[in-house]
């Protein structure tokens, strides 16, 4: 069972940057970034597989997120730019090896609060 913690949420003002950071303690093939907003369903937000030569965004992101990796530290990192009041809520960390998505594993962090007014 792997160990995921994230760092960097916050809140901010429309249009500002935020960077957040997700530890793992082990290697997954496959980690994301989703997000809830209270009363909402998950989100699924970026993904990124193996050493990050892939990377996925949902469209409500792209052109705004960046989803990076640091082999070295088994870290991936979400570059937040742009942000709007509809970027708020929870956002987690996953890793799995058997989905894109990481939707069915238990492997995720406690969670870092981004807030953007």
């Known amino acids: 069972h792997v160990q995921l913690v994230e760092s960097g949420g916050g809140s901010v003002q429309a249009g500002g940057s935020l960077r957040l950071s997700c530890a793992a303690s082990?290697?997954?093939?496959?980690m994301v970034w989703f997000r809830q907003a209270p009363g909402s369903e998950r989100e699924n937000v970026a993904a990124?597989?193996?050493?990050?030569?892939?990377?996925d965004l949902a469209s409500s992101v792209r052109g705004r997120f960046t989803i990076s990796k640091d082999n070295a530290k088994n870290t991936i990192h979400l570059q937040m730019n742009s942000l709007k009041p509809e970027d708020t809520g929870m956002y987690y960390c996953?890793?799995?090896?058997?989905?894109?998505?990481?939707?069915?594993?238990?492997?995720r962090g406690q969670g870092t609060q981004v807030t953007v007014s």
């Open positions: 082990g290697y997954y093939y496959y």
């Open positions: 996953a890793a799995c090896n058997d989905d894109p998505w990481c939707r069915r594993t238990n492997n």
């Open positions: 990124i597989y193996g050493r990050g030569g892939t990377t």
